[in-house]
């Protein structure tokens, strides 16, 4: 059946409208390969000439800047300087031993470094730079500039490096940082690319290393011509990297250095703690060392003078160390038993100097005993036999219980390395550990802070400052990131009776200012500074029965190793507390005569902000106290000033 001719010129009309559509089509895409074509083979001849002589582009990765760290006032704790560097490319030297040669006579070379860089050369290809030698002199790498005729393949480099201009100072704290090693590419889940860089430094332990990614920051990448052999042509573009974080501390600087300095000599750890905000204002192990001996690799003799040293100068006592906490667990104990209903502040125990329990007897460190005591007496003279008689009322877990709601047995969430958890042990705990059930002896040895009962000096901060607040006050180490402040440890009031806590606190304000008191001979004059404490003395040895009966042999007639533990607790002003303070004197001795006085001078120093007047002192102690300020003063480094700009 034939069309219409309407329909004819219909379909017509239809089809020669696609044809026009798409025939312009074709017509665009063929004019925009040509223009493409004509780009590429015209204006992009040049560079595709190059690329085309058996080249290829490499992406090159840039190093981040390390985000820096400050106190918080804004002294700088860790930094970035320029590190002068010299580089050898062995395929342009020539005689790689006759061009070292020359160049030792310009600079000193160390021998160490300089085998290591012989080492790297053998296994790294020719067209790559070896470092010679590292953080050198300003003076040197001119020398090297101006003779550089004569030192084929010496390049003179600027880069940058990690520097603690506090030296050992904040050792502990911050830790230090070092080049990427195999072992630390190994722990590490699919590591960044940028860890692969030659000498990419990390952060190692400490803050530096808990905070790395964020110190890190992200890398950059340049693009970058090279030949079939792999050296570079030419650089094509780069796109920057983003910086690492600036970190804001909670410690004071000032303080710190005081700290630091005032643990002098000993085996030792401070830790002062704001109440109000759970600041760590200072957080000291002594003795220190300096984290800038690692930054680059530590020699040998000096690793090893570290690690012999009996005091044990890499270990981070503060946090990392545990210790028998002795007399200044008893107010746990106390608190466990008014909690408990079971004491009243006016409830007596007698102490004839021991009590027996199971057919053993469990000694007061007073062999006469103390006689009739309350909680006030039996803390202001740390009687043993008074928690004894009171811990084996109220049981060992409700004691384990309480500890942990003060912060022992707890591990606190701050980013340094190996902070420990301590240990409040129960029953269920030895049944699962030790495989025995626990023993009424094990219940009076934990009451004063003996047996398995461990704690650091920061979980001892933590306690003085809860009963100090009634709060739970947590430690912030970190102030605050990039400008941004972090939460605040303030804390929540406590599921405690507060006033079982006033009690509490007005019986350690009776150890340091009551004349019976075994602190009372470090105590503050100051009427608005007043100090409540608490001595301890933990044992680290058995005494005997024939050594008791003969008489306990002194602590300073002792080794060192076996001498007691000395340790103090205390916060201040007593009415409106500020700082609280933990020290830990390893095999000090005693508690009232080496760890008191240190502590009180660490607080009356944070009290004040700097070295107190010498009427806060008890006369008898300010000939001493006058001629120590005059040697700290002398010992303590002047403080960084803070940047122009603001860092926090």
């Known amino acids: 059946m034939r069309r219409p001719p309407r329909d004819l010129d219909k379909v017509h009309r239809t089809m020669t409208r696609r044809t026009l559509l798409l025939g312009g089509l074709q017509a665009a895409f063929i004019s925009g390969l040509a223009a493409r074509m004509r780009y590429m083979q015209v204006d992009q001849a040049d560079q595709f000439r190059l690329l085309a002589e058996e080249n ?124 990427v090693s195999d072992y630390d590419l190994s722990q590490i889940q699919d590591p960044e690319p940028v860890l692969r860089i030659p000498r990419f430094q990390i952060g190692k332990v400490g803050l530096e290393a808990k905070q790395e990614e964020l110190l890190r ?48 000599g000993e085996s030792a750890a401070a830790v002062v703690i704001d109440c109000e905000t759970g600041d760590l204002r200072a957080i000291a192990s002594a003795p220190s060392f300096d984290p800038n001996l690692f930054v680059r690799g530590i020699s040998i003799a000096d690793y090893r003078s570290l690690t012999e040293d009996p005091y044990r100068p890499l270990a981070n006592k503060a946090v990392q160390g545990t210790y028998p906490p002795g007399s200044t667990f008893k107010m746990i104990t106390a608190m466990a038993a008014l909690e408990a209903g079971l004491l009243g502040p006016e409830d007596t125990v007698y102490c ?80 699962r ?106 044992q680290v040895r058995n005494i005997t029965a024939a050594e008791r009966a003969a008489g306990v042999i002194r602590n300073e007639d002792l080794p060192w190793e076996r001498r007691d533990h000395a340790l103090f607790v205390c916060f201040a002003p007593f009415d409106k507390p500020k700082y609280a303070v933990s020290l830990v004197v390893e095999h000090g001795g005693g508690g009232s005569a080496a760890a008191a006085p240190i502590a009180r001078d660490i607080i009356l120093q944070a009290l004040y902000d700097g070295f107190p007047p010498l009427e806060a002192y008890p006369a008898k102690d300010r000939s001493r ?24």
């Open 352 to 431: 004839p100097g021991y009590l027996e329990v199971s057919g053993r007897r469990f000694h007061c460190w007073k062999r006469g005993g103390h006689g009739h005591v309350d909680l006030e007496n039996s803390l202001k003279q740390s009687c043993d036999v008074y928690y004894y008689d009171v811990a084996l009322k109220v049981g060992i877990d409700k004691i384990s219980a309480m500890a942990q709601e003060f912060g022992l047995g707890i591990r606190h969430d701050i980013p340094m390395s190996a902070v420990a958890r301590g240990l409040t042990p129960d029953k269920d705990w030895k049944n």
């Open 433 to 538: 550990v030790h495989k025995q059930d626990w023993l009424i002896g094990d219940t009076a040895n934990a009451s004063i802070g003996q047996g398995y009962m461990l704690a650091s000096p920061l979980q001892l901060a933590v306690m003085t400052a809860r009963i100090a607040t009634g709060r739970k006050v947590d430690p912030r180490l970190v102030k605050s990131i990039d400008g941004v402040e972090q939460p605040s440890g303030a804390g929540e009031p406590m599921a405690v009776n507060q006033n079982n806590l006033r009690k509490l606190r007005r019986a350690m304000y009776s150890v340091s200012n009551d004349r019976r008191g075994t602190a009372y001979g470090s105590r503050i004059l100051t009427d608005e500074f007043r100090m409540a404490g608490k001595t301890g003395t933990s």
């Open 217 to 264: 920051g992200k890398a950059g990448a340049k693009r970058v011509e090279v030949n079939a052999t792999g050296r570079v042509m030419r650089e094509l573009d780069r796109r920057e990297g983003q910086p690492g974080a600036d970190l804001q501390l909670s410690v004071d600087n000032q303080l710190q250095a005081y700290v630091q300095a005032r643990l002098g």
């Open 625 to 648: 106290v006058s001629a120590q300020q005059e040697r700290l003063q002398r010992e303590l480094r002047p403080a960084a000033k803070p940047e122009d700009k603001d860092r926090a």
């Open 56 to 179: 290829r582009i490499n992406i090159r990765l840039i190093p981040p800047t390390r985000g820096e760290l400050f106190d918080r006032n804004g002294r700088i704790i860790a930094e970035n300087t320029p590190s002068y560097r010299v580089v050898i490319v062995r395929e342009d030297a020539g005689d790689v031993e006759q061009v070292i040669s020359n160049l030792q006579k310009l600079i000193p070379l160390d021998p160490e470094e300089l085998e290591r860089a012989r080492a790297e050369m053998r296994r790294s290809p020719p067209f790559l730079p070896v470092t010679l030698a590292d953080q050198i002199s300003w003076e040197d790498i001119s020398k090297v500039a101006v003779n550089a005729p004569a030192l084929p393949g010496i390049t003179p480099e600027v880069g940058l490096t990690r520097v603690y201009p506090q030296g050992g100072d904040f050792a502990h704290v911050v830790g230090y940082v070092g080049p």
